[in-house]
């Protein structure tokens, strides 16, 4: 497999193959294996693998981290909440990237981004730890300059601006978010921060995002994994990866 190296891209797409195991795990069996499917998607022209291991681990389990470490040929970025548990896994296995979300047992999916304001004592440590370590640290927050300002302060070098209220809004709203998310873009980088974003894109939606200069990754994984149904997991990424280009 070859691969073309992810820093030459102006603008990278990581594919979350969480819900992959989502169908494995509904029936119990050992299919469809989401390791299969980072090693497709890889081939198919994704950057990195972004996985969450939820402490239900209702989709992705403890197996799957360790074959994705080994496996993969290209950068692991592992979503995780601010836990101890969470922590000594991510010191183990020693993932590119460790993405902190916030975690509710009773969501559906992640539901908004940290408060990283509030939370700053709290993440602190788990910032400083996964930094030792050299493991790459992402903040999933919202486009919010206080935001920003609280991960300045944390010392990431990365934050993840959850889309998800731009990808449920239409017309005026969503292009009032979109500035939102263009603006804190632009904050991020003027404060040496990288910024990234994700949550529900897709086909219809995803160029304007893309087309934000300051963007330097996109984290996909629902959609993708949905349209795989149709079209198959590497014509899914392939058509994504083809979107982000054009808006470039």
Do not use: W
Request: charged share 25%; net charge negative; with cysteine.
């Amino acid at each position: 497999m070859t691969l073309r190296p992810a820093q030459d891209r102006a603008l990278r797409l990581g594919v979350n193959i969480d819900h992959v195991a989502t169908v494995r795990n509904a029936r119990g069996a050992g299919y469809p294996d989401p390791v299969r499917a980072a090693l497709l998607a890889a081939e198919a022209g994704a950057d990195g693998i972004t996985a969450h291991l939820r402490e239900d681990r209702r989709h992705i389990t403890d197996e799957d981290i360790a074959r994705l470490s080994a496996e993969l040929p290209v950068p692991l970025n592992l979503e995780m909440a601010a836990t101890e548990e969470m922590l000594g896994i991510a010191l183990r296995h020693r993932p590119h990237a460790a993405c902190i979300v916030p975690e509710r047992r009773e969501e559906r999916t992640t539901e908004g981004g940290l408060d990283a304001v509030g939370q700053h004592n709290h993440l602190a440590y788990f910032v400083d730890r996964l930094g030792a370590a050299r493991i790459r640290v992402s903040l999933f927050v919202e486009p919010e300059p206080e935001q920003i300002e609280a991960a300045i302060r944390l010392g990431a070098p990365v934050v993840e601006f959850h889309t998800g209220r731009y990808a449920h809004l239409a017309g005026e709203e969503q292009a009032a978010e979109l500035k939102r998310l263009a603006d804190a873009a632009a904050l991020a980088v003027k404060n040496g921060i990288e910024p990234h974003a994700g949550h529900g894109l897709t086909f219809d939606n995803v160029v304007p995002v893309a087309a934000i200069p300051q963007l330097r990754e996109l984290n996909i994984g629902h959609f993708l994994v949905g349209e795989a149904i149709f079209t198959g997991l590497e014509a899914s990424v392939r058509r994504m990866r083809e979107l982000m280009d054009s808006a470039r």
